[in-house]
């Protein structure tokens, strides 16, 4: 038989290389012990095992019975294939042409290339084994006999003198198959154990691996969120600064030309003033009572009240009552650079938008509120709810969430004609009357639409925005520790609208009040 055709049929079916340590199932297919012990672990709680060969199947895992004729085939097969010359033990007996050994004897202490094994004597004290050239190591060090024993209380391999005259006497002695076979067994349990572990790391690995890559990608995100964020805070301030820079030298010129033309003025009369003390002086000084007598213009000079009240109000408001730099104004700038970096802050903090669901046992009757429960709208007709204290009673609906803590944001879009209002309240807000609305008390903060003009109120205090709202959609952010309540326009880009600040005492809800053919949607 050829060389190759012998290799076919010395390999596994199941790994495809040679047998190593070789063993048969009942139907009389070979395999290598760790491969068949893999696939029946595989088969374990499937109701029965099967040869991977034939098919055939056993209702119990089938017991592996050692092949030790194809072993030792395998053995003699893988002894007479090139290359062996590479282990570097060669035939004790080609002394003149050294040939590459095939097979060693433990008996005689040689090793034996193809031509000088078949002539060696088989009896059973001759025991071959790989070519090696220690074969000391597998001899006893005591009685130099061959080691074909183990003793199971000593772990140690031992000779056949060892077991009957030694000092392993008595002792519980295995076949040094037998006892590789254990071994065997229990590095496969250790070898399971290491696999498992390998396969443990490797998911902890990956799953490292996957969080690293998120962390790159949410750091990437948030990079560009915040250059984009900056860039945009910084174009706001540059805008800021000058129209700041504009409006102080505008404000400045402005004063500057009204003291200086009252100025002007002023000089005037004071040179008019010195004409008329000169004038009296000159006639307090006649000697001739009938020259001062018939002085015509005495009585213009006496008045000295002439424009007097006059300059007087005019100096203070020059002085104190406006005609300095618009203090309220610059403060209001100021502050617009404040609720700029708040905004910063913010985004730097929150993720996205809370999620807000309407509270359908505070709407009003004649508001219709949406099966999401995130639009209000006004109903034709009444709804017929319960009246229950917690019911408002004018046309606005509070939100099933409340905030005690922390900073939030939640948006609405705006749409249809009449009124509304958007903002924040305590839950101790009252329910019923004029003073129910939201920013009619001192328990809620709003931004509010009345047909086209949008203010904000708080504790029925009424401030005008000064522009109109041409965008559909209103931010509301509620910042809890620093007591502030905002609201933006969600334009490009956002523009702020009005910041409450105050300290909060009791927990906060969204509220929503609709008039009209107004609608009312929170988004997201």
């Known amino acids: 038989m050829a060389s190759g055709d012998l290799r076919a049929e ?16 009942r139907c009389g297919h070979n395999f290598c012990r760790v491969c068949i012990d893999r696939v029946l672990d595989t088969q374990e709680g499937s109701g029965g095992y099967s040869c991977p060969e034939c098919r055939e199947k ?45 097979r060693s004897c433990l008996h005689c202490e040689v090793s034996l290339c193809d031509k000088h094994l078949r002539v060696h004597k088989k009896s059973p004290e001759h025991i071959l084994c790989d070519p090696t050239l220690s074969m000391e190591s597998r001899k006893c060090s005591v009685h130099k006999k061959i080691l074909e024993y183990y003793c199971t209380e000593d772990d140690t391999c031992i000779c056949v003198s060892c077991c009957m005259i030694g000092g392993h006497k008595g002792h519980e002695m295995e076949s040094l198959d037998e006892a590789s076979e254990k071994k065997k067994e229990t590095l496969r349990n250790v070898l399971q154990k290491l696999l498992t572990k390998s396969k443990e ?14 962390i790159e990608e949410e750091a990437a995100g ?23 820079l504009r409006d102080i030298s505008e404000q400045a010129e402005r004063v500057s030309i009204s003291v200086t033309d009252f100025i002007r003025e ?12 000169h004038h009296i002086e000159e006639l307090c000084n006649m000697t001739d009572p009938l020259t001062v007598l018939q002085e015509s213009d005495t009585g213009d000079l006496c008045d000295t009240e002439d424009g007097d009240n006059e300059d007087r109000e005019r100096h203070k408001k020059l002085l104190h009552d406006g005609g300095g730099l618009d203090v309220a104004g610059i403060s209001h700038t100021l502050h617009t650079l404040s609720d700029i970096i708040t905004e910063g802050n913010a985004y730097n903090y929150i993720e996205g938008a809370t999620d ?57 879009g705006v749409g249809g004609y009449g009124g509304w209002r958007v903002g924040m309240c305590y839950p101790s807000m009252v329910r019923k009357g004029w003073d129910s609305g939201i920013g009619n008390n001192r328990d809620s903060w709003s931004l509010v639409r009345e047909y086209d003009q949008y203010s904000v109120r708080h504790d029925s205090v009424k401030i005008l925005l000064p522009t109109n709202i041409p965008s559909n959609r209103v931010r509301i952010y509620l910042d809890y ?26 927990p906060l809800h969204a509220v929503l009040w609709v008039w009209g053919t107004c609608i009312v949607k929170i988004c997201g």
Request: charged share 30%; aromatic share 8%; net charge negative.
């Open 10 to 25: 010395l390999e596994c079916s199941v790994c495809l290389n040679i047998y190593t340590d070789p063993v048969n199932l």
């Open 58 to 102: 056993f209702p119990d895992r089938p017991a592996l019975q050692r092949n030790i004729t194809l072993r030792n085939i395998v053995e003699n097969f893988l002894s007479a294939q090139p290359g062996q010359e590479e282990s570097g033990v060669f035939c004790t007996y080609c002394v003149d042409s050294p040939a590459p050994a095939v």
């Open 201 to 214: 790391t490797e998911e902890r690995v990956q799953s490292l691996q996957e969080h690293r890559r998120k």
């Open 222 to 244: 948030d990079t560009e969120r915040v250059t984009v964020l900056l860039r945009d805070i910084r174009r706001r301030l540059e805008d800021l600064e000058k129209r700041v």
């Open 266 to 277: 002023l000089e005037i009369k004071k040179e008019e003033l010195s004409g008329k003390i």
């Open 356 to 412: 807000i669901l309407l509270d359908v046992n505070t709407a009003q009757n004649y508001l219709h509120i949406s099966d999401d429960r995130k639009t209000a709208s006004r109903a034709s007709e009444s709804q017929n709810r319960p009246e229950t204290p917690e019911r408002f009673k004018y046309s606005q609906v509070m939100s099933s969430q409340s905030f005690s803590s922390g900073r939030h944001y939640w948006e609405v």
């Open 481 to 506: 520790e620093a007591g502030r309540i905002s609201f933006y326009e969600l334009c490009h880009p956002i523009r702020h609208l009005h910041t409450f600040t105050t300290t909060f005492n009791e």
